[in-house]
């Protein structure tokens, strides 16, 4: 009996260091974003302020462009390295050397593929320009594969670090060049030297932990599984990307530059929230992953939690923002951007949608239905694309963003309903949504307290 209560109680322990272990490494990735919103908020919007709608909507499509090659680049494996590294940690030099030279690889194709693209579209020399600087960080994300050696281990507190350092580079020398008026196109290579600092700092915290990049080594039988592993990842990726930006393309193609820089900046303020469902979704995927080894049910009472929490976050969010919209513009950005109030109060509320897909999307990982990813992420590309030929043209950016909030729905939402693998989602999002359940639960919770 005794020995039974010890071994009990160090269940316990066990269970809380766990808990405890997995809550440190959200913390310190919500730091890091916290930093960031912080970053956006002064330099960001200092920043358009200074270049204006016209030269900042310029910058805008560059970055949007870039982001498509940018997914291309990734190949779709850093999910499936993070997977396999928490499985076999005893093959860490191989998965990561491997990785690797695949991101490597990926980043030379992404390139090449540009500029076909671009020589054969002919942009203008300035925007073309803008796009091949800001997708040369590609070369320098191949590093990035150490970040996936440190969310394995739960030790994002490295990743933070190297982003802090980064970020502290970035604000001096964006503030330098705006209080010197600098051209356009500098601030395009402030984007490049972000990149190469935070590679440089993942490398040395790597090196910190006694490990070696030198002991990292390539299998070309690994390199074939985790490409074939990681194809559904890919395409969903550059889906995803496609659909999140080519909003942005388009208006450009059609309004003008100055319109890019009025939804852009609207844009920006909503998906600046987004990191929140990341945050917590990649903190808490290895303990998904061993939830799913171990206990079905666990799993999919983990999954309801995780998005019943993300869920009215998101809605939380988006209330105030509905309501004072027009004053967070005007506030932030002044008179210039007026046009973006309208866009911000629809996209905003786009974000209940992308939480439920973030947090669904690590358990889909988990259960190796990658391909179920890219279905969602395609059907939300398709209605992206075909409702924004028809309403850009009559409503403008605020056409943009209405679509924008349809595509995320389809994609995000009613999509499990119709794929019979995993209308248990749906019934999890339906949950979260199900205001009569959130109130029993909260009178339950009161009730159990009391």
């Given amino acids: 009996m005794l020995f039974e209560k010890i071994n009990d109680k160090f269940k316990m322990l066990k269970l809380h260091s766990g808990a405890i272990k997995y809550l440190k490494n959200t913390s310190w990735l919500l730091s890091e974003k916290i930093l960031r919103i912080f970053v956006v908020l002064f330099v960001g919007i200092w920043l358009a302020r200074y270049l204006g709608p016209e030269q900042f909507g310029l910058l805008s499509y560059a970055l949007s462009y870039s982001t498509i090659f940018i997914a291309i680049s990734s190949l779709g494996l850093d ?4 997977r396999e590294l928490v499985k076999s940690e005893g093959d860490r030099d191989i998965l990561l050397g491997t990785a690797f ?26 925007t073309t320009t803008l796009i091949l600087i800001v997708t040369a960080v590609t070369v320098f994300q191949s590093l990035n594969v150490v970040n996936f050696y440190f969310q394995a281990k739960v030790l994002s507190k490295f990743f933070v670090f190297s982003n802090a350092i980064s970020i502290f580079f970035s604000v001096i020398i964006k503030v330098t060049l705006i209080l010197n008026e600098a051209p356009l196109v500098t601030f395009a ?64 193609n059609i309004l003008g ?20 469902p990341m945050v917590i979704a990649s903190s808490l995927f290895p303990s998904i992953i061993k939830a799913q080894k171990k206990d079905r049910a666990l799993y999919i009472k983990r999954l309801q939690q995780l998005n ?23 506030f932030l950005y002044g008179a210039e951007y007026d046009g973006a109030s309208d866009v911000l109060v629809i996209h905003i509320w786009s974000s209940v949608f992308v939480f439920m897909t973030i947090a669904s999307g690590k358990f889909l990982i988990a259960d190796k239905m990658e391909n179920k990813i890219f279905y969602r992420n395609l059907s939300g590309l398709v209605i992206n694309i075909l409702l924004n030929i028809i309403v850009i043209p009559l409503y403008g950016v605020k056409g943009a963003a209405i679509t924008t909030l349809i595509s995320w729905f389809v994609a995000g939402y ?35 307290e009391m």
């Fill in 308 to 330: 019943d929490m993300l869920v009215w976050g998101a809605i939380c969010i988006a209330i105030p923002v509905t309501f004072f919209g027009d004053s967070i513009i005007l």
């Fill in 257 to 276: 530059d100055a319109a890019v820089g009025q939804y852009a900046s609207a844009a920006r303020l909503s998906e600046a929230w987004y990191f929140i």
């Fill in 79 to 82: 999910n499936v390295v993070i």
């Fill in 189 to 252: 290579y402030v984007v490049l030297f972000d990149s190469f600092v935070l590679a440089i700092g993942f490398m040395y915290f790597y090196t910190h932990q006694n490990l070696s990049v030198f002991s990292w080594s390539f299998d070309f039988k690994l390199a074939k599984a985790l490409i074939r592993s990681g194809l559904p990842l890919f395409l969903s990726a550059v889906a995803v990307s496609v659909y999140m930006k080519i909003d942005q393309i388009m208006i450009k």
């Fill in 101 to 126: 030279i695949l991101k490597i690889i990926g980043a030379i194709f992404g390139i090449f593929l540009l500029v076909v693209i671009l020589f054969i579209q002919s942009q203008g020399s300035l």
């Fill in 414 to 448: 009613v999509y499990d309903y119709f794929d019979k693998d995993i209308n248990y989602m749906f019934r999890v999002k339906s949950n979260s949504l199900n205001l009569f359940r959130l109130y029993y639960l909260i009178k339950r919770k009161i009730k159990n």
